[in-house]
């Protein structure tokens, strides 16, 4: 990937000798600078899009001052800067902080060929290109999920001499974390948004210069340094996502979340994932999490669909290794894993389930929540 024209346009705009720009991927993969207009905001840097994953994307105004304020916190969260490897699209904010990272540190990426895409291979391959003894990379829990899944020598050297491996833009589960941390990884989890200028709470603890509160209805809200300006060209969803209180500004999450007495940070799920059926509210994230201790299950998610009897009933795409099978030795259909389900779950177990081979991604790592959704509608048929 040819991320040179991207660093020269990045590194323009942070010295205000050029426009904001907007990254996204060609049709060869390598990254498509676009300059942008941002009337009304000043030192516009980047103008990054939301992942989409829950409407429609929001254009993500992100300034000098913020991406400044989030280098240097992260570089003094992760003790120190160093080289990096780009392993995350361009268009997406973790990306683009890659090669913000980057220039502010003085150091050059590498970039991994994702033209094939994720691979073990191309990311060794990239990973045995870095030449700085101090190395860092962003990943989302799927693929480290899949370097760790059957990893050879070399993936577990090159993973190994990164000094932090920044994991965030979905939860990961306890048994991944597990997983990397026997395996000698220094893995640190992110939670944050394009909003935020990506990952601002690490491990838990927001970064130096950002707050973390809660409203009373238990809604995650940021504030510092690191917020971004708010949405070009939408005025009424700036004002709807940030506010301004007590003197500070803070970008209201639709994350749940739980402060323990040291300031630690647990994300408890989506605002929206409490789903009412037969007047009954079952938290999606609870279910999901109870689905992926099933044998076989290797990720699952959980959503309400339309239903004429229940309002809305519980559904479940699930991700199943190709060993999950039934006593017959064929792969267990839909029906099987909701009636396993509802024996151990009652009340809280899917009504429909629709197994794949995976789930379906979005290309920033996240869950494709409406596309999922629609395809368990389409199933469930309203039932």
């Given at each position: 990937?040819?991320?040179?024209?991207?660093?020269?346009?990045?590194?323009?705009?942070?010295?205000?000798?050029?426009?904001?720009v907007?990254?996204?991927?060609?049709?060869?993969?390598?990254?498509?600078?676009?300059?942008?207009?941002?009337l009304?905001?000043?030192?516009?840097?980047?103008?990054?899009?939301?992942?989409?994953?829950?409407?429609?994307?929001?254009?993500?105004?992100?300034?000098?001052?913020?991406?400044?304020?989030?280098?240097?916190?992260?570089?003094?969260?992760?003790?120190?800067?160093?080289?990096?490897?780009?392993?995350?699209?361009?268009?997406?904010?973790?990306?683009?902080?890659?090669?913000?990272?980057?220039?502010?540190?003085?150091?050059?990426?590498?970039?991994m060929?994702?033209?094939?895409?994720?691979?073990?291979?191309?990311?060794?391959?990239?990973?045995?290109e870095?030449?700085?003894?101090?190395?860092?990379?962003?990943l989302?829990?799927?693929?480290?999920?899949?370097?760790?899944?059957?990893?050879?020598?070399?993936?577990?050297?090159?993973?190994?001499?990164?000094?932090?491996?920044?994991?965030?833009g979905?939860?990961a589960?306890?048994?991944?974390?597990?997983?990397?941390?026997?395996?000698?990884?220094?893995?640190?989890?992110?939670?944050?948004?394009?909003?935020?200028?990506g990952g601002?709470?690490?491990?838990?603890?927001?970064?130096?210069?950002?707050?973390?509160?809660?409203?009373?209805?238990?809604?995650?809200?940021?504030?510092g340094?690191?917020?971004a300006?708010g949405?070009?060209?939408?005025?009424?969803?700036?004002?709807?996502?940030?506010?301004?209180?007590?003197?500070?500004?803070?970008?209201?999450?639709?994350?749940?979340?739980?402060?323990?007495a040291?300031?630690?940070?647990?994300?408890?799920?989506?605002?929206?994932?409490?789903?009412i059926?037969?007047?009954?509210?079952?938290?999606?994230?609870?279910?999901?999490?109870?689905?992926?201790?099933?044998?076989?299950?290797?990720?699952?998610?959980?959503?309400?669909?339309?239903?004429?009897?229940?309002?809305?009933?519980?559904a479940?795409?699930?991700?199943?290794?190709?060993?999950?099978?039934g006593?017959?030795?064929?792969?267990r259909?839909?029906?099987?894993?909701?009636?396993?389900?509802?024996?151990?779950?009652?009340?809280?177990?899917?009504?429909?389930?629709?197994?794949?081979?995976?789930?379906?991604?979005?290309?920033?790592?996240?869950?494709?929540?409406?596309?999922?959704?629609?395809?368990?509608?389409?199933l469930?048929?309203?039932?």
């Amino acid at each position: 990937m040819n991320i040179e024209p991207a660093l020269k346009a990045l590194a323009a705009a942070l010295h205000g000798e050029g426009p904001a720009v907007e990254l996204s991927a060609g049709p060869d993969g390598d990254p498509v600078v676009t300059p942008v207009r941002t009337l009304g905001f000043e030192d516009a840097v980047a103008v990054v899009r939301t992942s989409g994953s829950t409407g429609t994307p929001k254009a993500t105004v992100l300034t000098v001052d913020a991406l400044a304020a989030s280098s240097m916190a992260t570089a003094f969260a992760l003790k120190g800067e160093g080289q990096w490897l780009l392993a995350l699209p361009l268009q997406y904010v973790a990306g683009v902080q890659v090669l913000v990272r980057s220039l502010f540190a003085g150091t050059r990426p590498w970039a991994m060929d994702l033209s094939g895409g994720f691979t073990s291979e191309a990311f060794t391959a990239a990973a045995l290109e870095l030449t700085d003894n101090i190395r860092f990379t962003s990943l989302v829990p799927t693929q480290l999920q899949r370097l760790l899944a059957d990893p050879s020598a070399d993936t577990l050297a090159v993973l190994r001499r990164f000094n932090g491996i920044l994991l965030g833009g979905a939860p990961a589960s306890a048994e991944l974390l597990t997983s990397a941390r026997d395996a000698g990884l220094r893995v640190v989890t992110t939670y944050g948004a394009a909003e935020t200028c990506g990952g601002c709470v690490y491990d838990g603890y927001p970064l130096e210069g950002v707050s973390v509160r809660l409203s009373e209805d238990g809604r995650i809200h940021l504030g510092g340094a690191t917020l971004a300006a708010g949405y070009l060209d939408a005025p009424r969803q700036t004002a709807e996502s940030f506010i301004e209180e007590d003197g500070s500004r803070w970008y209201r999450t639709n994350d749940l979340g739980t402060l323990d007495a040291d300031g630690r940070l647990t994300v408890l799920g989506r605002a929206d994932d409490v789903i009412i059926t037969g007047g009954v509210k079952v938290s999606a994230a609870h279910v999901q999490a109870e689905l992926e201790k099933s044998d076989g299950v290797t990720a699952a998610f959980v959503a309400g669909v339309e239903s004429a009897k229940w309002g809305q009933a519980v559904a479940a795409y699930v991700a199943v290794a190709r060993s999950a099978s039934g006593a017959d030795g064929a792969a267990r259909d839909g029906a099987a894993w909701a009636e396993e389900w509802h024996r151990t779950l009652g009340l809280l177990a899917p009504k429909t389930v629709l197994p794949a081979g995976q789930l379906i991604m979005l290309p920033n790592g996240k869950p494709d929540r409406l596309a999922m959704i629609e395809r368990l509608n389409a199933l469930h048929q309203g039932k």
